[in-house]
């Protein structure tokens, strides 16, 4: 699996079940939203902008991609707000063909522009490791079909690697008729 | 990673936080329950019984083990009654130094003995694979630390390759004090 494949297969509409377990005191939380993928142009205002924040790598970018996802208000109460819609533009920086640097214009745990590792398991699993100030996210997206997807998560402090929460999320691609 | 290894790292008492995920009704469960695993010795008559279901496999097994879990009372509503609670025999037989076979005395989904194929992906995850009559389900395991978990399996239609169900538990071991 290249980064190019992944993000092509990633691309469109998906419907997203999620469940997060606070370890801690083990409480569950569920949410529904809407994911939404998009293949961005190199010419692209928001491409070149984010480019200029990382000059050393902007010649070696493939396929940036817009995210944007929207919780659905049913379920607003078990949503901190922050997090209950955005969008975060996203550039791949190959390094190997399995992995590579991810520059993001926002990140979800912290809303702050950030650079991510990512690489590929020997089954095409995509993992992706984010380093916050206070907190570090570990993410694996695997593909179990054309338009079926699940999502895990772990996010640690930074500090002391403790685990703060765990999520996972199922996801269904809505095809184009 | 090895099966004896992640057998070793299995071995105790899981305090399970599991979510599942019924992709076409967009239903979600959750369960707590207790998991434990022991290993058995080559002595154990249950042990015994089992290889002698698989003869040709006899000579080759390693570190076979017991599964016992039980989930809550408080969620007993949304449990099967079969798989609220149960214990299973399995026993792992080699065929490469990172894949193998894994006998079970019954399975989860559908409570009949099976041999399920396991491998180990490049980070050391556990992907295990059972077919059973009506259903395939592909099962995941990856450790976090030395007493957290990630589980996560899916439920296929065997006949149409189908998704039923998906699910994701967080774990966390009771440390001996």
Redesign the interface.
Known sequence: MTIEQFVARSEGEW?S?R?G?S?AF?Q?E?I?STITVKILGGNDPRVIDLLSSSPENRAKYTTPFLIQWEAESDWSKEISKENSSGSSILIPIPKTKSSGLLIRSIGYTEAIPLISTYCF???G?F?LKSKYEKTTTEERIWH??EN?R?R?S?VYTTKT?G?LQ?S?A?E?KHLKP
Chains 1, 2 share one sequence.
Do not use: E, P
Request: glycine content about 0%.
């Open positions: 419907r079940m469940s377990h370890l083990q569950f569920q529904l398991l020997s089954d699993t993992k179990l079909s079926v699940c895990s772990v690697s685990i765990t996972f199922s269904i």
